[in-house]
Every structure is written in C-alpha cells, then in structure tokens.
C-alpha cells in the first residue's frame, strides 16, 4: 500500500513537513531542559554549597524514574498515540518546572525532579517512535544525526542564555523560560499527524501504512507485560546492538564517576566563577555537535571504531582534568580556557561514543517496537547514570575528587580500547543482528 507519506518520504528530509515539525519542537524542548539544568546545579551546587552527595541525590532523583519506568513508558508509546503522548508530556513539564521557582530547600528540588523525569520518560520513547514512523528507513541515519545536532546545539545556546539569565535576571527566569518551551513544545506538536504511519521491511522492500490513531487504541492486543518482555525479547535478539549497549552503559557509568561530581572539582581551584560551568558545558556541546556532524562523512569506519576512538578521548580527557586541577594552583584565566577545552574534546568523545548507537539501534528496530526498545535501552542507560553518581559520591567523599576523576579517565580508556579490538568482529555481528530482527518482526 502506498501514500503520499511515501513519496514525500523520498524527498529531502527538509521538505518533510512532518520531520522538521517534530525537529522544532524538540529543539525548543532541548533548549528548556539545559536552561533548568544549569540553574539547578548552579543553585544546588554553588549557591546552596550542596554536599557531593547532595549532588548525587540530584542526579538520582532526575534518573531513577527513568530507569524503573523505562521499559514500561515504552510500551505505552507503542501502544498509543504517540503524538498525544508527548503533548501531554510537555504539559505536565509546564507545571512542574514552573514549580522550581518556588523551591527553597534541597528536598523540593528532589520532589520535583522525580516528578519530571516520569514525564521525560514518557516523551523520549514516543518521540523516538514518531521518528522512525515519519521517516524512511535509507534516510533514518541522517535523521538521527539532525537529532543529534539538534541536542548538541542546545547545549551550546541553553547554558549560554543561561548564564545570562541567571547574571541579569536570577536563577527563576530560567525556571521561567524552561516552563514555557514545554508550553510551545506541545502546541507545536499539534501540528505533526495522529496517524500512525506503519513501516514495514521485508527483503529490503518498505511499506508505509496509515493507521488511525483510534484504530491503533482498538487493534486486538497481547497484555502490557507480555508486549514489555518482547521489546526486551528483540533487544536481546541483536548481538551487536546488545554487545555495544553493555560496552556503552558501561562507558556512561564510568564517566558519572567524574561527571557527576564536576561542581565540587572547580571548586578546588580558589576564586572559581560560577560561569565557569556554563561555559564548560556549552564547550563540550560544541565538541559533540562537531561529532554529530561528522559520524555520518566518516563512513569508512565502522560503528564499534567510532565508539571506541571517542571512549578512549573521554578518558583521557576525564583523567587529564583531574590531574590539571590537582597541580594548578589558582583559578586564573589559563585554568579557565584549559578546562574549557578539555571539556570541548570530552564533548567530541561522548559524540563519538553515543551518535553511532543511535543511528544502529534507530536503524534495525522495527517500528511497531520502537518505544518498547528504546524504552528498555533508556532504563540500562539510566542505570549506569545512577549508579555511577553514587560510586562517584563514595570515592569523592573518600579518596577526593581529583583521584575520581583519573580513576574515570583510567577505565574509560580501558574500556575505549576494548572496543576497538572488538571492531574486527563489527560486520558479522551486523548481519547476525539483522537476521534475527527480521525472523522476530516476521513472528
């Protein structure tokens, strides 16, 4: 069966109606959440002179929806309007980050953080969902690139235009500005179609349907439990996906070690800025931005080479920041624009790292199980994203921050080079992966 999704799915990505609807409300979204972000470490982390574990409840309250929920949020993406899902994602946002002004003690902070992560959780499957149904599988991959981009560049402009809001404004119009990107983030979104569009590869044929969302609702169904096994069923059906998510969340958890307790590193140098963060992360958002950019040109490396090449950066870098800290002996200008840097090549590290994953798991998942994978993948990220801030308070609290952060840089180039010895085996393991999606999507 073919529509005019079809043909207009062979058309440039940009005169997909659909696709640059969906990319402007995430970029608006993207850019709120690096807004409150900023704020919320700038306030907890500098202003309130938290505690590293302190710091660490922060980051666990922001993930620990994720990872208990994950797989369940995915399920629901695949069983129910995607777009309305969003919609009403963003919605719950708009109230619960505007709530952050009028936070004044750490445990509101937590409270609401929770609150939001069980809507973000919502949103990132169903999302993911609508890209891969709005776009043909052979333009996927610069797809997931232009995503990627869009990420990046918004961890450029939001901490930069947080800065300035906190420096000119306060702390609260950056809750402010967040709450309403949630806001036009949905009604932008009522613009991208209900229907659900259906994509289906058999022997390198695509067949795009159009379901309507009622029927979608209507369709005869397994249970919610036994549709949640089956996405992690088919995750576990691709070796290589499978083999790069551990070696991935492995990498994720080591650099949390350091990562996580980053406020307490700068202030070891005296007379740290509090603009010093911002820059830093705008900095290692120019870095992933111009790996985004660069995965899809460098085409004659495979995925596991690019993963491995951008660990091993991540880890030297980590390491190499510890180690400047614990020799320098103030916070002068010099200090200032040699982590800056550090975090600009760390930033090309985590590109490298995560942007190729995107594209092989956007790439092999089928549609109809989208949410439920990406669902289950966003849980085993998350996990390694809370269990990795704890470690991390523990050595801070016990060894110091600088031997955190070598010990990081250690394991992440450990683990870098694991996946560069793996590559050899990256081809084999695709046609493994790829055979034993189409017999699952077939069942």
């Not at 950056?174 to 179609?193: E, K, R, T, Y």
């Not at 590869?201 to 096994?229: C, M, Q, Y």
């Not at 996990?383 to 110091?400: K, W």
């Amino acid at each position: 069966m073919t529509s005019d999704l079809t043909i207009e799915g062979q058309r440039p990505l940009k005169n997909n109606r659909s696709f640059v609807t969906l990319m402007v409300a995430q970029a608006i979204s993207n850019l709120g959440d690096w807004l409150h972000l900023l704020a919320i470490l700038t306030l907890v982390g500098i202003r309130w002179n938290a505690t590293p574990w302190e710091i660490t409840f922060v980051t666990l309250s922001a993930a620990l929806p994720i990872l208990l929920t994950g797989p369940f949020a995915g399920t629901l993406a695949d069983r129910l309007n995607r777009k309305w899902l969003m919609i009403v994602a963003d919605g719950a946002r708009i109230i619960i980050v505007g709530a952050l002004i009028f936070a004044d003690q750490i445990w509101h902070v937590y409270i609401l953080l929770v609150l939001k992560s069980l809507f973000d959780v919502i949103f990132s499957p169903a999302k993911n969902g609508k890209l891969k149904e709005i776009v043909p599988r052979e333009q996927l991959a610069q797809a997931v690139s232009i995503s990627s981009v869009i990420e990046q560049m918004s961890k450029i402009i939001g901490p930069a235009l947080g800065g300035l809001l906190v420096a000119a404004f306060g702390i609260t119009w950056c809750f402010v500005l967040d709450s309403a990107s949630f806001l036009i983030s949905g009604i932008i979104l009522l613009w991208i179609p209900g229907t659900r569009v259906i994509q289906t590869a058999i022997h390198n044929v695509t067949e795009v349907e159009e379901e309507p969302a009622g029927d979608v609702l209507n369709r005869p169904k397994d249970s919610f439990w036994k549709e949640t096994l089956e996405g992690i069923r088919m995750l576990a059906s691709l070796p290589y996906v499978g083999t790069s998510l551990i070696l991935l969340a492995s990498a994720i958890l080591f650099l949390q070690f350091a990562d996580s307790q980053t406020v307490v590193l700068f202030r070891q140098l005296p007379g740290i800025s509090s603009d010093l963060l911002g820059w830093c992360v705008a900095a290692s958002g120019v870095g992933t931005l111009i790996a985004a950019m660069s995965v899809r040109k460098w085409k004659h490396a495979g995925h596991v080479l690019k993963m491995g090449l951008g660990t091993t950066l991540m880890g030297l870098v980590i390491g190499g920041a510890g180690v400047i800290v614990g020799i320098w002996p103030h916070a002068g200008l010099g200090a200032n624009l040699l982590l800056v840097s550090l975090f600009a090549l760390a930033g090309v590290g985590i590109g490298f790292a995560i942007v190729p994953f995107q594209i092989l798991l956007q790439e092999q998942t089928p549609e109809a199980m989208t949410g439920r994978v990406f669902g289950t993948v966003g849980s085993v990220m998350t996990a390694s994203n809370i269990m990795g801030p704890v470690v991390g308070g523990f050595m801070v609290t016990s060894f110091g921050v600088v031997p955190a952060f070598v010990c990081s840089g250690i394991l992440l180039t450990l683990l870098g080079l694991i996946y560069l010895m793996k590559r050899s085996g990256e081809k084999a393991d695709l046609n493994g992966s790829i055979a034993a999606k189409t017999m699952i999507a077939g069942d």
